[in-house]
């Protein structure tokens, strides 16, 4: 992301893309057995503020680039030097002037929804490493919403450029969309500085389309490609509830089914911790 002067997205997606403000990263609380000496609980405690204070100024630095980020495209925007168009109007272009749609989203959308005869090059991707940097972020992820909104880690893909030089020359007029509309303009901020000058960006990206603006492929509708986690499970969230709306009570029941089951394998579950204890303890006092 440095190449963008932007922090990773995998917190753009947390970001709910729509407020760009980062949540807080909370901690769990830990106990310390007694017999430490209060040293060693000290230095502990050091450790931790150190890790806050490190966290914060992170929080910081992403919240700084990503208001410098902004500003950028607004002007890319306003001097148009990228032309916008929602998505109805890139359906007409896709049809009429058989303009190239560039698709800049993470596998994990694409997947579920994508729309016929675009190209796939996504500016970020799942990131599948395991080494000590990425397990970091993935963990932090995870703590700051990931296991609510199902937002993977994401690193962006140095051969991106490379990729959509290999496809399309520098005068083509090129359609770039994402799921939400904020990494296709940071894409078109990559294009139009190596060189492309016919850039139309969706505004609002694939979530705003609907159905009968574009020819759509996929399992999914547009608009729930960009879901995901223990929200999409159990339907809470702002897109299935607009479908909730509009499909009626059979798809209501589905959701509130699964939350009636996610309880009872809660309550199973704390049930056995229960009976497990007191299994335990009756072997400890034999």
Known sequence: MEVLGLPPLTTLSVLRCRSGILGRTCYSNFSVPFSLKPRTIHHKRQSIVRMQAYEEEYELKQMKDMAAARKRWEALVREEKVKVLTPREAGYALQLSKKPLLDVRPSTERKKAWVKGSTWIPIFEVDDS??????????????????????PTLSYDNQFLAKVEQKFLKDAELIVACQKGLRSLAACELLYNAGYRNLFWVQGGLEAAEEEDLVREGPEPFKLAGIGGLSEFLGWTDQQRVAAAKEGWGYRLVFSARLVGVFLVADGLFIGAQQLGRYLQDIRSH
């Open 130 to 151: 395991f080494d000590v940097g990425t397990l970091s972020r993935k963990a932090t992820n995870f703590m700051m919403g990931g296991w609510w909104s199902g937002v």
